[in-house]
């Protein structure tokens, strides 16, 4: 069935105006029908562009998963490396030898800031980076901060000082001052020695510095030296710092040339350096020189040998020549040899001959005969 619409022209009749149709409005931009209409509507142009940063965010994810889901199914294990990692452990309070090999069993570099430090001690590690607890690449770097100790200053100086005034100096400088006492040969009563540290050693303020202070040369005891040959006793007792006095040589039949008998002050006797040691020493067998004896008189021959110390035995013999007779003809040592003083002398004498016996007289004759008889 056809369903006829009425003809609103028709229907109006002939006297009616034409119908007019609605005007259609142009298509406009967004901004633009704001403009043109005034209506409070908001028209965001960075809408669309957030809208296709979305959407391109959301391609590329799906693209990404994709790509993943193909590695997965068909690529190998081979394909896909992953970096290890390792935490970084607490390494506050290790010694840094310990620390350092503590990093390197983890596989992990070190490096080292060092830092003076008032509560550390030296060589302590106080601190690192990455700190401990944080996930750290395998090969990656962790410096470690070590301490230095507390900050350090040079010892002063204070050799050769006398003891109050190196005190003066040290305790002005922040240190604990300790003192000692040693003998010296070379150093002063009341000067110091040395310190402990040495100067300009570097130490902390408050650190305790030892001065070593003189008491000068320390005494000497005499050595035992009774039995030590001559010249090595000397050494010695330079050697302790002594000095050699009086030496006096005595022979003593047995004994050795050149040994100590004896020592004066006595061995373990206490004397200040420089002091003086007596010695006797053994002396050689002594000797005299025979001295000239032919052609004195006996009896002064005798008197010369007796003056020096030698004996003498004295024998005669006959001489041709009177004027020889009691004078000595012949000696044994000869002159100017020497001879120990116990040595004897032998003299001999000229003797002049006895004289001649007197021819006997003959008697004179008492008889008478010869005379006449007649």
């Given at each position: 069935?056809?369903?006829?619409?009425?003809?609103?022209?028709?229907?109006?009749?002939?006297?009616?105006?034409?119908?007019?149709?609605p005007?259609?409005?142009?298509?406009?931009?967004?901004?633009?029908?704001?403009?043109?209409?005034?209506?409070?509507?908001?028209?965001?142009?960075?809408?669309?562009?957030?809208?296709?940063?979305?959407?391109?965010?959301?391609?590329?994810v799906?693209?990404?998963?994709a790509?993943?889901?193909?590695?997965?199914?068909?690529?190998?294990?081979?394909?896909?490396?992953v970096?290890?990692?390792?935490?970084?452990?607490d390494?506050?309070?290790?010694?840094?030898?310990?620390?350092?090999?503590?990093?390197?069993?983890?596989?992990?570099?070190?490096?080292?800031?060092?830092?003076?430090?008032?509560?550390?001690?030296?060589?302590?590690?106080?601190?690192?980076?990455?700190?401990?607890?944080?996930?750290?690449?395998?090969?990656?770097?962790?410096?470690?901060?070590?301490?230095?100790?507390?900050?350090?200053?040079?010892?002063?100086?204070?050799?050769?000082?006398?003891?109050?005034?190196?005190?003066?100096?040290?305790?002005?400088?922040?240190?604990?001052?300790?003192?000692?006492?040693d003998?010296d040969?070379?150093?002063?009563?009341?000067?110091?020695?040395?310190?402990?540290?040495?100067?300009?050693?570097?130490?902390?303020?408050?650190?305790?510095v030892?001065?070593?202070?003189?008491?000068?040369?320390?005494?000497?005891?005499?050595?035992?030296?009774?039995?030590?040959?001559?010249?090595?006793?000397?050494?010695?007792?330079?050697?302790?710092?002594?000095?050699?006095?009086?030496?006096?040589?005595?022979?003593?039949?047995?004994?050795?040339?050149?040994?100590?008998?004896?020592?004066?002050?006595?061995?373990?006797?206490?004397?200040?350096?420089?002091?003086?040691?007596?010695?006797?020493?053994?002396?050689?067998?002594?000797?005299?020189?025979?001295?000239?004896?032919?052609?004195?008189?006996?009896?002064?021959?005798?008197?010369?040998?007796?003056?020096i110390?030698?004996?003498h035995?004295?024998?005669?013999?006959?001489?041709?020549?009177?004027?020889?007779?009691?004078?000595?003809?012949?000696?044994?040592?000869?002159?100017?040899?020497?001879?120990?003083?116990?040595?004897?002398?032998?003299?001999?004498?000229?003797?002049a001959?006895?004289?001649?016996?007197?021819?006997?007289?003959?008697?004179?004759?008492?008889?008478?005969?010869?005379?006449?008889?007649?």
């Amino acid at each position: 069935m056809t369903t006829l619409t009425p003809d609103p022209a028709a229907e109006a009749g002939p006297d009616a105006e034409p119908a007019v149709e609605p005007a259609v409005e142009p298509e406009v931009e967004p901004e633009a029908r704001l403009y043109e209409r005034g209506r409070p509507e908001v028209v965001d142009p960075r809408g669309r562009r957030l809208a296709f940063s979305w959407s391109l965010t959301l391609l590329l994810v799906l693209l990404g998963g994709a790509v993943f889901g193909l590695v997965r199914t068909f690529g190998s294990d081979e394909d896909v490396f992953v970096i290890p990692e390792v935490v970084v452990p607490d390494l506050r309070g290790y010694e840094v030898v310990r620390a350092e090999s503590t990093l390197e069993d983890l596989g992990l570099l070190v490096e080292y800031s060092y830092e003076e430090n008032e509560e550390v001690p030296e060589n302590v590690v106080f601190g690192h980076e990455p700190r401990s607890g944080a996930i750290a690449e395998l090969d990656s770097v962790v410096t470690l901060r070590v301490s230095l100790g507390p900050a350090t200053a040079p010892v002063p100086d204070v050799v050769g000082q006398q003891v109050s005034e190196a005190r003066r100096v040290l305790e002005a400088a922040g240190y604990i001052v300790e003192e000692a006492h040693d003998f010296d040969d070379e150093v002063r009563v009341g000067e110091v020695i040395t310190t402990n540290p040495e100067p300009f050693a570097d130490v902390g303020p408050g650190a305790v510095v030892t001065i070593t202070v003189s008491d000068g040369p320390a005494a000497r005891e005499v050595p035992n030296l009774v039995g030590t040959p001559y010249y090595q006793a000397l050494v010695e007792v330079g050697r302790i710092g002594l000095l050699p006095g009086t030496i006096e040589r005595r022979y003593v039949e047995g004994v050795e040339e050149n040994l100590v008998l004896e020592v004066e002050p006595a061995a373990g006797t206490k004397l200040p350096k420089d002091a003086s040691v007596n010695l006797v020493v053994s002396a050689p067998r002594p000797t005299v020189e025979v001295p000239h004896l032919v052609g004195l008189l006996c009896s002064s021959a005798e008197s010369v040998l007796g003056e020096i110390g030698l004996g003498h035995d004295v024998a005669y013999e006959l001489v041709d020549d009177t004027t020889k007779a009691g004078r000595v003809i012949r000696q044994s040592p000869p002159a100017e040899l020497e001879v120990p003083t116990s040595a004897f002398v032998s003299v001999t004498c000229g003797s002049a001959p006895a004289p001649p016996p007197a021819e006997a007289q003959a008697p004179p004759d008492t008889s008478g005969a010869g005379g006449d008889t007649g």
